[in-house]
Nanobody, 126 residues
Framework: QVQLVESGGGLVQAGGSLSLSCAAS????????MSWFRQAPGKERDFVAG????????DYSDIAKGRFTISRDNAKSTTYLQMNTLQPDDTAVYYC???????????????????WGQGTQVTVSS
C-alpha cells in the first residue's frame, strides 16, 4: 500500500503561481511512477504531468507544457508540481497518483493508477 497526501492548493489570481506537494508513505516510493491529474466539476479526470521513478524522465500534457514543472525527491518520498502563469481554466481538484514503475499501463490514463491522494483544490480567479 502507498498512502498519498497532497497539500499546497488554494486561491490565486490569474497569472499567479502555486506549488503542490504530494507526500507518500508505505511501500517504496522510488519504485513508483508518480503523476498529477486534475478534475474540474463535471469533467473527466485529466493527466497533467508524470515523472519516472528516478526523476530522469518527465512528461506533460499540452496544457501543462511550459507552465508546470513536476519533480520528486525520493529521499523525502515527495512529489511536487510547480504551477506558473495560472489561468481560471486551471481551476480544479488536483490529485497525485502512483503506479508501479514496471507497470506497462498507459500512465496518462487515470485508470492505470493504483494509489491516489485525497486531492487539493486549486482555484484561479480572473
Amino acid at each position: 500500500q502507498v498512502q498519498l497526501v497532497e497539500s499546497g492548493g488554494g486561491l490565486v489570481q490569474a497569472g499567479g503561481s502555486l506549488s503542490l506537494s504530494c507526500a507518500a508513505s508505505g511501500r517504496s516510493f522510488s519504485d513508483h511512477t508518480m503523476s498529477w491529474f486534475r478534475q474540474a466539476p463535471g469533467k473527466e479526470r485529466d493527466f497533467v504531468a508524470g515523472i519516472a521513478w528516478s526523476g530522469g524522465i518527465t512528461d506533460y500534457s499540452d496544457i501543462a507544457k511550459g507552465r508546470f514543472t513536476i519533480s520528486r525527491d525520493n529521499a523525502k518520498s515527495t512529489t511536487y508540481l510547480q504551477m506558473n502563469t495560472l489561468q481560471p481554466d486551471d481551476t480544479a481538484v488536483y490529485y497525485c497518483a502512483a503506479v508501479w514503475a514496471t507497470s506497462r499501463r498507459d500512465y496518462r490514463k487515470w485508470q492505470s493508477y493504483d494509489y491516489w491522494g485525497q486531492g487539493t483544490q486549486v482555484t484561479v480567479s480572473s
